[in-house]
């Protein structure tokens, strides 16, 4: 008895459409995807550096954008005392020198890590109703502390494109 039930449930759904309204599906946009093998470091503190590669994207109809930074990061720095500790990285995302929502991610990390150890973050963001044209997208960072380092950075926008 379960299993017929269960069988016309499959048929209900599958086949008749039944409750397919109720969900709205936005159309796939251009996925665009840059990424940067090179090293780069942070040698001031508390300032927002650009990394390398920003991303442009032309859009022919207005929609919603999403930005995925991923790159490794080895926060190499000790304390005067010779202690490692924890330290804060900030990562935000931009288009077209507008910060991106949420504004930024406080990645915090162990600052006990090798001397060429790395450990892989993202931050995902978001900028909703993006107007049609060509937009820049960068990716932002900053530390309270010297000497933290990144590398193997993709930096992927894709846009959703209302029905």
Not at 15 to 38: H, M
Not at 43 to 56: A, F, G, N, Q, S
Not at 115 to 131: G, H, I, K, M, P
Request: glycine share 6%; proline share 4%; with cysteine.
């Amino acid at each position: 008895m379960k299993s017929a039930i269960f069988l016309l449930f499959v048929f209900l759904v599958c086949f008749t459409g039944c409750g397919s309204n109720q969900v709205k599906q936005k159309n796939a946009g251009q996925i665009i995807s840059n990424s940067w093998e090179g090293e780069d470091v942070l040698d001031e503190k508390d300032v927002w550096k650009t990394l390398r590669p920003p991303v442009i994207i032309t859009k022919a109809d207005s929609g919603d954008v999403v930005a995925l930074f991923v790159g490794e990061f080895s926060p190499k720095w000790r304390s005067d005392n010779g202690q490692y500790h924890f330290t804060t990285i900030e990562i935000r995302i931009k288009v077209n020198d507008v910060i991106a929502s949420p504004s930024k991610s406080m990645i915090i990390t162990w600052m006990g890590l090798g001397e060429n150890d790395f450990e892989t973050r993202s931050f995902l963001a978001s900028v909703r109703n993006l107007l049609p044209g060509t937009h820049t997208v960068t990716a932002e960072w900053r530390s309270k502390d010297r000497g933290v380092r990144v590398r193997n950075r993709t930096l992927t926008v894709w846009e959703t494109v209302s029905p």
